[in-house]
T-cell receptor
Framework: GNSVTQMEGPVTLSEEAFLTINCTYT??????LFWYVQYPGEGLQLLLK?????DKGSNKGFEATYRKETTSFHLEKGSVQVSDSAVYFC????????????FGQGTTLQVKP | SAVISQKPSRDICQRGTSLTIQCQVD?????MFWYRQQPGQSLTLIAT?????????ESGFVIDKFPISRPNLTFSTLTVSNMSPEDSSIYLC???????????FGPGTRLLVL
């Protein structure tokens, strides 16, 4: 079945450092891929998405490219801020269009001043 | 994106009781979902709330434990029945419109069962 694997956290970085959070997936067909962010004490917010191979999603300085050849959707940001401290979830919906989101285990990012 | 609200935002309940969580959207949506996030864990889909018919439950979740209603295109409820401490979680609803195939989440309901 479909699944998502994220790098384990926590990830601790200094402010202005480069961020990469790895995400790989297993899916049949052509899934849509998402990154969601959960700030402390809050619900999930959509950060970015990509719906087909080679698409690049971007938002708030974050970006991720849908790589079908490596089944990956790594999240990157060139310069993190303390306010980026949160839990980041990679997720996919399958091509069967049921709407079911399958999430990775989440990666906690802590950015220190 | 749609504005989604959930009530209550948090609650502390005694074991054996039931709690009904409401999810309200400010516009009509095609699909509504309920997820559970256990402490320190990722999200797991409980069920898809179907308007005017019975919800579609995922493996491991049953209607007797998590009855769901969806009387119209903007509102749904999830009841956590006969609660135990293992039900302590964040419960989130999400919505999706056929015009924009992306799920947006409510703020969640934080439930603690003693």
């Amino acid at each position: 079945g479909n699944s998502v694997t994220q790098m384990e956290g926590p990830v601790t970085l200094s402010e202005e450092a480069f961020l990469t959070i790895n995400c790989t997936y297993t899916a049949t067909g052509y899934p849509s891929l998402f990154w969601y962010v959960q700030y402390p004490g809050e619900g999930l917010q959509l950060l970015l998405k990509a719906t087909k191979a080679d698409d690049k999603g971007s938002n708030k300085g974050f970006e991720a490219t849908y790589r079908k050849e490596t089944t990956s959707f790594h999240l990157e940001k060139g310069s993190v801020q303390v306010s980026d401290s949160a839990v980041y979830f990679c997720a996919l919906t399958g091509s069967s269009n049921t709407g079911k989101l399958i999430f990775g285990q989440g990666t906690t990012l802590q950015v220190k001043p | 994106s749609a504005v989604i609200s959930q009530k209550p935002s948090r609650d502390i309940c005694q074991r054996g009781t039931s709690l009904t969580i409401q999810c309200q959207v400010d516009s009509q949506v095609t699909m509504m979902f309920w997820y559970r996030q256990q402490p320190g864990q990722s999200l797991t889909l409980i069920a898809t709330a179907n308007q005017g018919s019975e919800a579609t439950y995922e493996s491991g979740f049953v209607i007797d434990k998590f009855p769901i209603s969806r009387p119209n295109l903007t509102f749904s409820t999830l009841t956590v029945s006969n609660m135990s401490p293992e039900d302590s979680s964040i419960y989130l609803c999400s919505v999706e419109s056929h015009r924009v195939p992306t799920q947006y989440f409510g703020p969640g309901t934080r439930l603690l069962v003693l």
